[in-house]
């Protein structure tokens, strides 16, 4: 049985891409409508007439300093390490230089905005389908008779990998110091912190360890559906043999590259900071994230006639998945944020103390969606066989996840001067709608049922 990508569907992409692109080109707009530090005062008295947070800007100018967070903050923000910039260091009136410091600080974090907005929803759409790769790779090296029967759904969303990872590099380039500081070389010249990471943080490097990635996760996935195709029509079973060997093998390669992948992409936005967690907190969020769009997307083509061999027990390991990767990542959450706050260092608290005081709806709202609600929404073993159900769950826990990156980025780039508006919700429309795109542009290039895998009458006939 072959699925066939629908007008319609088409249609709702390339309108999603378009508002995306609608939404992102006026963010870029208005925040060039700032060009100067005249702007930004005028800008910042209005807030202050109207009670906004400007007020608490002018009576402490260098409130972005106290959090570290702010990309053209981080060289001041390493005075809490001994280090300042030459021209403070030398100036006669600080109160004034903090003063039109401040009002540079709030022009450069206006201008990271639409960039930021850009580089989460890239960041959101890829490791969605790099989660899926992974679960993928697990499911061959795991020989696991459950889910063969998802595994053509598996396929159309890592096709997104290659794409959607180029796009990020892109955004990186063209962003630069507007994501991150350390390719500011005025900022690297008076951070001595940064420049006791150059070896790792320098641009080639950076790019070249990017492709590295990219380059080994799409050759795992070309090959893994090659062999997969051409299990299809093959007499023996030496092509799902070899998949399993390059799954195991991509494994491997994975858990280090997703590690390194998650320090250079995610956490050198804040390159004064650091956390021994990290690398596994992304992957748990790429993971569930990952799982949950394989459910909805399976339950899409399901309620469209297709994929009659998925069942309701398919549906319902899906959904345990998603609840014990929520678990899972509500706990290595919990484990960073408790011990960074326990012991009160603070170059590390610092890092939450930025996210607490300015994104408090989106930091506590983004543990409610990760965690309470799955918990409470897909506890019950009867519920995650209700397709309803799993979708109402997987859409808040999607939403919460893509909340999760936004707290990652945002507060390094814009600081306090954060708001999901026109240029957020225009970059989650356009990559959404390249997402949709590209999925179910693959999926319409093979027939969904993986019919030469070993393991396919068994998972046909999946109940318990």
Known sequence: MEYKFSNRLKIASIVLIVIGLLGVGYGFWDSHNYKTVEDVEKLLASEAHHGGHAAEGHGDAHAEESHGESHSDHAEAAEGHGEAHADEAHSGDHAEEGHMSHEAHVLHQIHNRPYAALYVAAFFFFMIALGVLAFYAIQYAAQAGWSPVLFRVMEG???????????????????????????DQDVVAHDEIIQGKIGWLNKPWFFIRGIIFLGGWSLYRYFSRKFSLAQDNAEGNSNFKKNFRISAAFLVFYIY?????????????????????FGWYVFASMFVSGITVIALISIYLKSKGLLEFVNDSHLHDLAKFMFGISIFWTYLWFSQFMLIWY?????????????????????????????????????????????????????????????????????????????????????????????????????????????????????????Y
């Open 257 to 277: 590259t997703e590690s390194m992948m998650s320090w250079d992409w995610i956490m050198s936005v804040d390159p004064h900071w650091f956390s021994t967690l």
């Open 343 to 463: 012991s009160n260092i603070p170059e590390e608290v610092v890092y939450f103390v930025a996210r607490i005081e300015d994104y408090k709806i989106t930091f506590f709202g983004m543990v409610a969606m990760n965690f309470i609600f799955p918990l409470l929404l897909l506890m019950n073993s009867d519920y995650k066989r209700i397709p309803w159900f799993v979708v109402m769950a997987g859409i808040v826990i999607l939403c919460g996840h893509y909340l999760d990156v936004f707290n990652m980025i945002m507060p390094a780039t814009v600081s306090d001067r954060w708001f999901i508006g026109a240029p957020e919700l225009g970059a989650v429309c356009l990559f959404a709608g390249l997402f949709l795109l590209i999925v179910f542009y693959a999926l319409s290039k093979a027939p969904l049922l993986a019919k030469g895998n070993p393991f396919m009458k068994e998972s046909e006939h999946f109940h």
């Open 157 to 183: 969303i890592t096709y997104y990998v290659l794409p959607g990872g180029i796009l990020v590099l892109l955004i990186a380039y063209f962003g630069g110091s507007h994501l991150f500081i350390w390719m």
